[in-house]
């Protein structure tokens, strides 16, 4: 019997070793397909009811928050100076489950980084606890189907504060990654289940890798 268990002991750890290499090389290279410069301008062009964007995802040093951090940077596609949005993510690999996760964070002054786009150094100066605001329960687990990565997060597990109206949502996200494209959409719901923002038929807005970051 004793010899019994210690060979299922030993194909256990065998078999989550190599699920933790695979997951580590699915990280390495999602991270390195992530970095560009983006915008939505191709899906949009003839519709004049939504507004073209311009995303840039940054590379930048940030161990304490995971083995991979970029900043999110989004601006109006024909004007630079207005922008619209602003986060930090960072990928992981859960140590429990061995899958590829990425946590989400807002910036608590967002004007003190708007030009680590141009200047990723100055996260240097990021202080965690301090700079970044957590979005609790909203990690996305990503995993590879074939030429491209799909992640999403646990709706039920994920609450923020609505931009529109200030109450209590639950938040759903979901992102593609392949090596030319990234594909996001994120939608809030009401303790009633009903949307309160994004799109209703969740439609993932695609964005076009231009360039390097």
Known sequence: MARHLAVL???ALAACSSQAKKSEAELATLTEWLPGRYD?????????????V???????????????????YETAADDSRRVLSQRIIAFDVDPEEKR???????????ERWRDAHQNPDLFTGLIPHQDLRPMTGCAL???????RFV?????????????????????EMRAELSP?????????????GRLVEGDAEGTLQRYTKRGSP
């Open 54 to 72: 311009v995303l840039q995802v940054i590379p930048f040093y940030g161990k304490p928050l995971g083995k991979a951090a970029f900043y999110l």
């Open 180 to 192: 030319g494209e990234l594909a996001l959409a994120e939608r809030a719901f009401d303790s009633a």
């Open 100 to 110: 590829v996760v990425e946590a989400v964070y807002s910036l608590t002054e967002p």
């Open 151 to 171: 992640g999403a997060n646990e709706k039920a597990r994920c609450r923020a504060t609505a931009r529109t109206t200030g109450s209590t949502v639950n938040v």
């Open 40 to 52: 939505n301008v191709e899906q949009l062009r003839g519709d004049a009811t939504r507004q073209a």
């Open 141 to 147: 687990v990503w995993k590879r189907e074939g030429e």
């Open 9 to 11: 002991l030993l194909t």
